[in-house]
């Protein structure tokens, strides 16, 4: 990645001057590429906005100038909790980000962000695959079909790896063969692996990178994009430090009662045993994974005790 | 395909009738696949408005109730031809398609549409890739980059498609070991090919719907992709046959002239010899393929004539 | 509204079935206008879809055909619940709505829909302002800064009506004068008043249309549009009463904690005496408001009591 | 407009610099208002991204590196006149704008920007009226239903200023009898008239922007508005001068014939006679206005001549 450099047109220090807004916790992570499994990277390429514009923003529709920094934690602490999202908007980022095609895939689903990717068509591939960690390799989850838990002996995750990198050796031989003669760019790729690597990128306003943090930070989301979350929010939490903080208190660390989780407070004595509220709930609620989920929320707000 | 069968809500004859606007043209399109590519889809899943809707929604604006059919014509074919889009968002169309993924990756670009597809984290994915056809393999075009043209010899064909297939085969073994050893489906599938088929529902409006026809019907559009943009075309002749005749009049069949070749001709005698004023273009723009582009939209308005 | 007709196409018995998936509870809304305010309506135009066009779409998901119908309340609530939302945006509604600007105003920020005006360039303003209910007029409230909840004295009601209608009478013979000298109607307009009545066609999908609902129920939203809101509601909640049923449980009713909401109940023994728990968040919470916020959801869960 | 200043987290002259990339054409534009109609204005208030930006985009896409700055505007040109258009969407601009509330209700269709508006419910509105200038007032037009055009005399001009001036004398006192028996902000605005000016910061990227000044700034956009994208227009052409031009010559100044229009040149001979073709093009097209609309470009591209 030597040939990430900061754009042509601020080479000389002269002319790096701007009237706009700076966000310092930014400009440290400009064109600084953090590494992403083995061969990918995330990192900040442009951005629009600090705190401020957050809080300028909100305060435009009260009709009143700009404020001391010390009521900016409060007001933008106020706007997240109550869901005042647009002013969140005013706040763009802009990330060049490798990873593979698969990550790619659930990544383009969150549709409110602006995209430039490699294109297979026009050029050639890139010669790298993504061969996961052996600590990485898990068996199917039972309980939760969308994921992976129980571990796997070594010698499964060396006859998996060993599976993997021959055949990645055997698809570059077939895209080799398959240039030389000629065959069209488009066509030479399909048989290739949705590990393969891409490139993008990614341009999003604040308020939809948290909805996408919210999402793809959760314990829930596959472990492969996760790690780009996890490196897009370690940035945004130097780059909009008084948003970042509200978004974990408002959003990330939050839990929620449902209505009937409501209603069943309502009605019976709480903090109580365990055992005894399992079944109740249980029972009002005729559904095992509810009950469990709502059982682990009391436990963490520490609401049931054991006898 | 013999489980697609219309909603089970329907089943008696009694309970179809609805009171909603029907589109005839539509009606007969719904749960009726049209086979694209060797294992690929494409059928009307459900369906809101007609041509009605359109002419509807744009009386709306000035105050007006509804007029005789034989007004909508003219009034959808005003509305095209001026780029008065937002009525036409006032039908929509729902399909389910099954494609290969590199088809899927493309197509997904369009972000104005409602999606749910088919999870390779939750279940396993299908046995089936893509093989093209042997029509279908050509050479990498040398000037359009994104493209194929030349043709290959019947044996570098029969290479191509013998590699794919062995490859295949490889990928389908590998699956099938991760699985048996239960390595969770998210990661046995990093080294399945691009050419496997997914499928979605996709659902979008009229006027984003044209808007992704206009572009997947191109002939620079991958010939994969255009084999399901023209299935979906069909579908929407028949569904809103005004909208489609106003979108092959005034967007499919149109050309444009720039602003520099509207001042060139304004400045130079047209029609004009192709020999003479070829160069004169190229000394004019400075640009091969813009020189190109223009002399091929003056031949087809017969606007040169070769001495 | 004399001229609000099913679609011209519709007309005959014959022609009203579809094989589309029907929803009983829709058919029964369209073309019935609710009265909105003095002079609104909102009344049902078209709509895609049912409850179980949600979880078709889910299923697609895992690959799984069609289920029996008693499965479908189980699995829309577990979408809802874990915030799946993309199935939600499978059904769509259209609605013909009538009501004043400042209304429309507040409904356009929702930029997720569809949506076909009635154009004040275009044609003659309708003669119609809205003049509040008695009822509704309050003084503004002074903790919250964009509410009203203080009554006024009947005297004052009086007067504000009074001179509401003599400021309409006023504005229609402006109106008036303005279009016999000619004045072209995009001028002629601007003098009058934001409570004059505009209407529309609103197309929306049901997720974006029930974070539409959730704001605009909420008891801080304007009363005007909340008129509207309820209305749309209870259309909403006839057509897909599995999806309105788990919105209103999941969204509607439910209490969120947020993180140092959670942190301090796991720190400090709850429930407790509300006298001694105020002064407590107060200090570590540092904030009035949301102290206040905090309060309300312990006495709304019972987890406070009073000595 | 004195409280208009740059954001106070630049007050240093130290700490102005940025890695970001930097347009100094839009530099010169922050913060420095274009007055708009009698009370209004639009300034620049950040931005992300240059001309640079977007071809560093389209270079993402076939994996090449940073090119001459000699070359971009060849690349920018390109991607225009193919309707390439998502590297356009990495530039962002942000703009604060006062105006009518009848432009801003105008404005706001377009859906793809981020909007922050002044709120009338929160805060007491401007003591602002939009009063045209003698000049501005027109005839409605007879053809084009949405226009003016017409001359009225001094005294017609003199008599609609008049009312205008009295009719905004008399809001000004009613909303001020309303504040002062303390009615809600959100009822005392309801009989304000929709030239009052309100106020928001307007974010939106490149692309979006381009098609809010393709249409406003028609000559059948209503004039209000159109100073409003004249004056964004001149910041946005110093800004990213290479994409202004090329949005000029293949957007603005481009003329497009239409199928029928393509099939009607290739089967007669052109150029003609002015007096035979009209009469030609009629009996074909069977439609006034389009055959109007199509001698209108034959005309300008000098294909048809007078006898």
Redesign the interface.
């Known amino acids: 990645m030597s040939?990430i450099?900061?754009?042509?047109?601020?080479a000389e220090e002269e002319?790096?001057?701007?009237?706009?807004?700076?966000s310092?916790g930014a400009?440290k992570w400009?064109?600084r590429p953090i590494k992403c499994l083995d061969n990918g990277f995330v990192y900040l390429a442009?951005?629009?906005?600090?705190d401020?514009?957050v809080t300028?923003?909100?305060r435009?529709?009260?009709?009143k100038?700009?404020k001391k920094?010390n009521e900016d934690r409060?007001l933008i602490?106020?706007l997240k909790?109550h869901q005042h999202t647009?002013?969140f908007?005013?706040v763009?980022f802009?990330f060049?980000c490798k990873m593979?095609?698969?990550v790619?895939?659930q990544w383009?689903?969150h549709?409110?962000a602006?995209?430039?990717?490699?294109?297979?068509?026009?050029?050639?591939i890139?010669d790298e695959f993504?061969l996961?960690e052996p600590s990485?390799?898990?068996?199917?989850?039972k309980m939760n079909?969308?994921?992976?838990n129980e571990e796997?002996t070594d010698k499964?995750k060396h006859?998996?790896l060993e599976?993997?990198k021959r055949?990645?050796e055997?698809?570059r031989k077939?895209y080799k063969?398959?240039n030389e003669?000629?065959?069209?760019?488009?066509?030479a790729?399909?048989?290739?692996?949705?590990?393969?690597y891409t490139?993008?990128?990614w341009?999003i306003?604040l308020h939809n990178l948290m909805h996408f943090l919210k999402l793809r930070l959760d314990k829930h989301a596959?472990y492969e994009i996760r790690v780009y979350a996890e490196a897009i929010a370690r940035i945004v939490k130097n780059a909009v430090p008084l948003c970042y903080e509200a978004f974990?208190?408002?959003v990330?660390?939050?839990?929620?009662?449902?209505?009937?989780?409501?209603?069943f407070?309502?009605s019976h004595q709480?903090?109580v045993a365990e055992a005894v509220i399992r079944s109740l709930i249980l029972v009002e609620f005729g559904?095992q994974?509810?009950t469990e989920?709502f059982m682990e929320k009391l436990r963490?707000?520490?609401?049931v005790f054991t006898i």
């Not at 442009?46 to 600090?50: I, L, R």
């Open positions: 040939e450099l900061p754009p042509r047109i601020i002319e790096r001057k701007t009237l706009r807004a700076i310092f400009e400009l064109y442009d951005y629009a906005g600090s401020e514009s300028q923003a909100a435009v529709s009260y009709g100038g700009t920094i409060g602490r106020y909790r647009t002013p908007e005013m763009e802009k060049h593979p095609i698969f790619a895939r383009i689903r549709r409110t602006s995209v430039n990717e490699y294109s297979a068509r026009y050029s050639e890139k993504y996961p990485a390799l898990k068996k199917q989850d079909k969308q994921g992976r796997l499964q006859f998996i599976v993997l055949e990645y055997n698809q077939m063969a398959f003669i000629e065959l069209a760019r488009e066509l790729r399909v048989g290739i692996a949705v590990s393969n490139e993008w990128y341009k306003d596959q974990e208190d408002y990330l660390d939050s839990i929620y009662f449902s209505g009937p989780e409501v209603r407070m309502q709480i903090p559904n994974r509810e989920e963490k707000l520490k609401l």
